[in-house]
Each structure stands twice: as structure tokens, then as C-alpha cells.
């Protein structure tokens, strides 16, 4: 059986601190795991954002497998 996956973004906004404590939640629910995702341009300016996603995550959903991705955007140049 394939585990159920759920991925949700990340950012500065406190809407965006807020989102993965929704998808936690409803990740429970579904008996899923959690993707914590924050694109940014500069991959070592996600660590503190991602580890205090996760941290608060694990805090209030115990047990919830959670992984932290940076995604480093491209940028596509039209020729």
C-alpha cells in the first residue's frame, strides 16, 4: 500500500506560517504525511523558515511524518 502524501507551502506572510498547521490537521485526518515546501530564491535562507514550519508542526501533531523541501525557483529566459 502507497502512504498518502500531502504537500503544503510556505513563506513570510503569517497566512503562509499558518497554512501548514491547517494541513497538518486535515494530513491526521486522512492518515496522510506532510511535505513542508518553501521556494525561495536563496536555498540557505529556508532553514530557520522550514525549521520552525516543521518544529511547530511536530508540536502539535505528534507523530506525523513531516519532510522539509527547498525548491530554488528557475528562471526560464525567453530567447
Known sequence: MTMRQATVGVG???VAVRAPDRAAEQTVLHGAALDI????P?????GPVLTTSVSRVRRRCP????TALT??????EVP
Open 71 to 76: 525548491v530554488s525557483p528557475r528562471r526560464h
Open 37 to 40: 515546501v518553501y521556494a525561495v
Open 12 to 14: 513570510g506572510p503569517l
Open 42 to 46: 536563496d536555498v540557505d535562507a529556508a
Open 63 to 66: 507523530g506525523l511524518p513531516v
